[in-house]
Nanobody, 115 residues
């Protein structure tokens, strides 16, 4: 099982990034997919998740209206489009796949929002 995140980097406040997480080794379409983040010295927190039905999504209040999660089951990939980025969005972003007792994590990708 592999979850590989990409798309992180350094961006100025107000900018945008799109994160991708490509999965392999399991039946992607069965899984709820989520993005979490962890800032230095803080607990890991849920950013957004998307159920197997692609229009069923949920977001943390802190990112509502700015971030959009989506999935492409044909490509085994989940995305996180991040707009209007703020310095407080700086964190390592992790992809998570969950179904029944199965729970998988990616290695994380760093997002830094700074001028």
């Amino acid at each position: 099982v592999h979850l590989v995140e990409s798309g992180g980097g350094l961006v100025q406040p107000g900018g945008s990034l799109r994160l991708s997480c490509t999965a392999s080794g399991f039946t992607f379409s069965n899984y709820k997919m989520s993005w979490y983040r962890q800032a230095p010295g803080k607990e890991r927190e849920l950013v957004a998740h998307i159920y197997t039905v692609a229009d069923n999504t949920n977001y943390a209040d802190s990112v509502k209206g700015r971030f959009t999660i989506s999935r492409d089951n044909a490509k085994n990939t989940v995305y996180l489009q991040m707009n209007s980025l703020k310095p407080e969005d700086t964190a390592v972003y992790y992809c998570n796949a969950r179904w029944l007792l199965h729970n998988y994590w990616g290695q994380g990708t760093q997002v830094t929002v700074s001028s």
